[in-house]
């Protein structure tokens, strides 16, 4: 790493507490890249990835804004489509997790929230990862719980996901997250052990 801070990935499966547990390193202070946020930007008014995926087709960009139902449209019609959206996309996402490390380079310790950061190989981006996870039933439950998702859709969504256990087992540092207090406790520990070492 070039960065003179410790980096962390963060990452977990749909409904493991991700965000939660993302929002605990920010309150006790420590910066977090949120990987979603940063295409929601790129997605959104004025946004950097607006002409690009106008240029793909000129139905991803709806009342100034990324249409993400045409996207979705489109890509389950076409694996070309996706391919060009990625190759779009992510170097203005990696232009925003580079400019998110530059201006926290003294922060000692950051966070990169990646959904998807083994199946990107985006571990190669950062110091140690540290994986999310609940029990099987937890997880549907709290998937469910959103009133969004159906099924169908939660199994086709963990089908691209990497399995649970494989996460554990690469991960450095693995933290479950039956409960708010467990959690936070756990996160609390762990920030505590890292600036202590890399302080």
């Given at each position: 790493?070039?960065?003179?801070?410790?980096?962390?990935?963060?990452?977990?499966?749909?409904?493991?507490?991700?965000s939660?547990?993302?929002?605990?390193?920010?309150?006790?202070?420590?910066?977090?890249?949120?990987?979603?946020?940063?295409?929601?930007?790129?997605?959104?008014?004025?946004?950097?990835?607006?002409a690009?995926?106008?240029?793909?087709?000129?139905?991803?960009?709806?009342?100034?804004?990324?249409?993400?139902?045409?996207?979705?449209?489109?890509?389950?019609?076409?694996?070309?489509?996706?391919?060009?959206?990625?190759?779009?996309?992510?170097?203005?996402?990696?232009?925003s997790?580079?400019?998110?490390?530059?201006?926290?380079?003294?922060?000692?310790?950051?966070?990169?929230?990646?959904?998807?950061?083994?199946?990107?190989?985006?571990?190669?981006?950062?110091?140690?990862v540290l994986?999310?996870?609940?029990?099987?039933?937890?997880?549907?439950?709290?998937?469910?719980?959103?009133?969004?998702?159906?099924?169908?859709?939660f199994?086709?969504?963990?089908?691209?996901?990497?399995?649970?256990?494989?996460?554990?087992?690469?991960?450095?540092?693995?933290?479950?997250?039956l409960?708010?207090?467990?959690?936070?406790?756990?996160?609390?520990?762990?920030?505590?052990?890292?600036?202590?070492?890399?302080?």
């Open positions: 790493m070039t960065n003179r801070c410790f980096v962390l990935g963060l990452t977990g499966s749909i409904g493991m507490g991700k939660t547990t993302a929002q605990m390193f920010r309150d006790l202070g420590v910066p977090v890249w949120d990987a979603d946020q940063a295409v929601a930007v790129l997605y959104g008014p004025d946004g950097g990835a607006l690009a995926l106008a240029a793909i087709d000129p139905s991803f960009v709806r009342q100034g804004i990324a249409d993400r139902d045409a996207m979705k449209q489109a890509i389950s019609g076409d694996s070309v489509v996706l391919a060009a959206i990625e190759e779009a996309v992510h170097p203005l996402v990696r232009a997790r580079v400019g998110f490390l530059k201006e926290n380079r003294t922060a000692g310790l950051v966070v990169l929230d990646i959904p998807l950061l083994f199946e990107t190989g985006a571990e190669d981006q950062v110091d140690a994986v999310v996870t609940a029990p099987e039933d937890v997880q549907y439950d709290r998937v469910m719980a959103r009133g969004t998702m159906t099924p169908d859709m199994k086709a969504i963990r089908a691209k996901q990497l399995p649970d256990d494989e996460k554990r087992q690469r991960a450095d540092y693995v933290i479950e997250t409960t708010l207090e467990g959690t936070k406790a756990d996160v609390t520990s762990l920030v505590k052990e890292l600036r202590a070492k890399h302080a």
